[in-house]
């Protein structure tokens, strides 16, 4: 992940997702703590870490720097969700994926669902009838997974695996 600290912003040269300004100057707004699951030693783990916002000069709308493994608007980390995917794959059975990583059932099919979607969106519809969903998932650790995460939020305005709908994003603000 690119570094972001307060002595770096003013180089920072990312266009704002919000209002389209290309170089805005952006400038420390806030930070704040948040929940992440992850999956250490074969149990979740639980931590509380700290997210730093800034804000564009253009449309002054605040922008959270995230973790790439941090998914927007979930508690859950990307590496804890592809473990669970990875898992349902290899036919591990359902009440012992549940047991594993203490989630419901109904998590991990919404998951799959997400998944699904998100692969043919990675992949492109065509390529996405080649690949299996465990021969695509033993690829992403292999992948530039920054580079490769970005391009898939700039091509569809969501990050990978993120479940909430562009309407209720554009709602929230």
């Known amino acids: 992940m690119k570094e972001f600290s307060s002595k770096k912003l003013p180089f920072i040269k990312l266009p704002c997702p919000f209002c389209g300004a290309k170089n805005p100057n952006w400038t420390y707004h806030d930070s704040y703590s948040r929940y992440l699951v992850g999956f250490e030693n074969n149990a979740p783990a639980n931590h509380i870490i700290d997210i730093t916002r800034i804000i564009c000069s253009s449309c002054e709308h605040p922008h959270a720097i995230l973790p790439?493994?941090?998914i927007p608007y979930s508690s859950y980390s990307l590496t804890f969700i592809l473990s669970v995917l990875r898992d349902y794959y290899l036919k591990t059975k359902i009440t012992d994926i549940c047991e594993k990583y203490q989630i419901s059932v109904s998590m991990i099919y919404a998951w799959k669902l997400l998944f699904i979607q998100h692969k043919k969106l990675w992949l492109g519809i065509l390529e996405d009838i080649y690949h299996?969903?465990?021969?695509?998932?033993?690829?992403?650790?292999?992948?530039?997974?920054?580079?490769?995460l970005h391009c898939f939020f700039e091509q569809n305005g969501l990050s990978f695996l993120q479940g909430v709908t562009k309407t209720a994003l554009s709602n929230s603000s």
């Open 68 to 70: 790439e493994i941090i």
């Open 132 to 148: 299996s969903s465990l021969e695509f998932l033993s690829t992403i650790p292999k992948f530039n997974t920054s580079n490769d």
